[in-house]
């Protein structure tokens, strides 16, 4: 067995202690678990399986991808065992523990401006595509628009999941950034219990929300936010809305607040993401009068959030209430 044999198979944990609903169970998949700290592993595995039994990706090879910390730290774990060359593009806004690991694990990082508009060559995945087009022979995960990312979770995470639950989930909590996780396993889901119900938290300042509502992209909705993997500012072919029965909108404070909470209440370090999709499972709790079981995810470890919000300094410094 090598550390790729660890990837998936993540538990599955019961809230306690912050969710107030009696006739409510909510249930966190804890994706921190995977080796190399998030839910990314799973897409990075079965994309550069996929890539080296179609030839695209050959030994010695340079993989490049744009990404906000995980995927890259993914790439970087699975590039470190097999030998290959990784090139990560990535905002400036990644925290610098997200930085500092993928240079251990042997990875070369492109730092852009957060700010850089889509269409900008500056822009993160813009930068990541000019690079692979000037190495020859590389190959490039191309997260955001690659169907096998929804595939990944589909074969996997769904599965987990509905096993895991014994078939009684009735809520599905996620948000997206690829929309990879939210639509892979609301399809796997949904065709095993077509009522199941998903709901995707969006941050102000990523254009799903008001695409979803509207069905028309609006580049105003378009702002900066500080939680990390999640949200888009353009949209991604990985995302599927027609899997997704709702949407709400999340603000950092409320990501940020309910991920501390999380940690000092139910011992569960997680980032920003795994505070966001928690945040809108209790509010959805809130609006369910029959017993139900939800399901949401911790995409992430918070140790790569220390020097962020799990800084009570960084927090006040920013303008978040603790």
Same mark, same amino acid.
């Given at each position: 067995?090598?550390?790729?044999?660890?990837?998936?198979?993540?538990?599955?944990?019961k809230?306690?202690?912050?969710n107030?609903y009696?006739h409510?169970?909510i249930?966190?998949k804890?994706?921190?678990?995977?080796?190399?700290?998030?839910?990314?592993?799973?897409?990075?595995?079965?994309?550069?399986?996929?890539?080296?039994?179609?030839?695209?990706?050959k030994?010695g090879?340079?993989?490049?991808?744009?990404?906000? $910390?995980? !995927?890259?730290?993914? #790439?970087?774990?699975?590039?470190?065992? =097999?030998?290959?060359?990784?090139?990560?593009? &990535? %905002? +400036?806004?990644v925290?610098?523990?997200?930085?500092?690991?993928?240079?251990?694990?042997?990875a070369?990082?492109?730092?852009?401006?957060?700010?850089?508009?889509?269409?900008?060559?500056e822009?993160?995945?813009?930068?990541?595509?000019?690079?692979?087009?000037?190495i020859?022979?590389?190959?490039?995960?191309?997260?955001?628009?690659?169907?096998?990312n929804?595939?990944?979770?589909?074969?996997?995470?769904?599965?987990?999941?509905?096993?895991?639950?014994?078939?009684?989930?009735?809520?599905?909590?996620?948000?997206?950034?690829? $929309?990879? !996780?939210?639509?892979? #396993?609301s399809r796997?889901?949904?065709? =095993?219990?077509?009522?199941?119900?998903?709901? &995707? %938290? +969006?941050?102000?300042?990523?254009?799903?929300?008001?695409?979803?509502?509207?069905?028309?992209?609006?580049?105003?909705?378009?702002?900066?936010?500080?939680?990390?993997?999640?949200?888009?500012?353009?949209?991604?072919?990985?995302?599927d809305?027609?899997?997704?029965?709702?949407?709400?909108?999340?603000?950092?404070?409320?990501?940020f607040?309910?991920?501390?909470?999380?940690?000092?209440?139910?011992?569960?370090?997680?980032?920003?993401t795994?505070?966001?999709n928690?945040?809108?499972?209790?509010?959805?709790?809130?609006?369910?009068?029959?017993?139900?079981?939800i399901v949401?995810?911790?995409?992430?470890?918070?140790?790569?959030?220390?020097?962020?919000?799990?800084? +009570?300094?960084?927090?006040?410094?920013?303008?978040?209430?603790?």
């Amino acid at each position: 067995m090598n550390i790729e044999n660890t990837v998936g198979n993540t538990p599955l944990v019961k809230l306690i202690n912050i969710n107030p609903y009696k006739h409510i169970e909510i249930y966190a998949k804890l994706e921190f678990f995977n080796p190399s700290g998030s839910i990314k592993d799973r897409i990075v595995k079965h994309i550069i399986e996929d890539a080296e039994n179609r030839g695209l990706l050959k030994k010695g090879g340079t993989i490049v991808e744009n990404t906000s $910390g995980n !995927t890259g730290a993914a #790439v970087a774990t699975i590039a470190a065992i =097999k030998g290959y060359r990784a090139i990560l593009t &990535m %905002p +400036d806004k990644v925290s610098t523990e997200k930085q500092n690991t993928l240079k251990a694990l042997g990875a070369e990082i492109v730092v852009t401006p957060t700010s850089a508009a889509p269409n900008s060559p500056e822009h993160y995945v813009n930068t990541a595509k000019r690079i692979s087009e000037e190495i020859k022979g590389s190959f490039r995960i191309n997260q955001y628009d690659n169907l096998l990312n929804p595939e990944a979770h589909y074969l996997t995470t769904g599965p987990e999941i509905w096993e895991q639950t014994g078939g009684k989930i009735t809520h599905y909590v996620a948000s997206g950034s690829t $929309g990879g !996780t939210i639509s892979g #396993v609301s399809r796997f889901l949904k065709e =095993k219990k077509p009522e199941v119900f998903s709901l &995707m %938290p +969006d941050p102000a300042g990523s254009i799903y929300y008001d695409y979803f509502k509207t069905k028309k992209i609006n580049n105003d909705a378009i702002g900066t936010y500080f939680v990390e993997g999640v949200g888009e500012d353009h949209i991604a072919k990985a995302m599927d809305f027609s899997l997704v029965d709702e949407m709400i909108q999340f603000t950092d404070q409320d990501a940020f607040e309910t991920a501390r909470l999380l940690a000092r209440k139910e011992g569960i370090l997680g980032g920003g993401t795994g505070g966001a999709n928690v945040w809108a499972a209790l509010k959805l709790a809130a609006s369910l009068t029959v017993p139900s079981v939800i399901v949401t995810i911790i995409p992430d470890n918070g140790v790569k959030y220390l020097s962020k919000f799990y800084n +009570d300094e960084w927090m006040v410094k920013n303008g978040f209430k603790l």
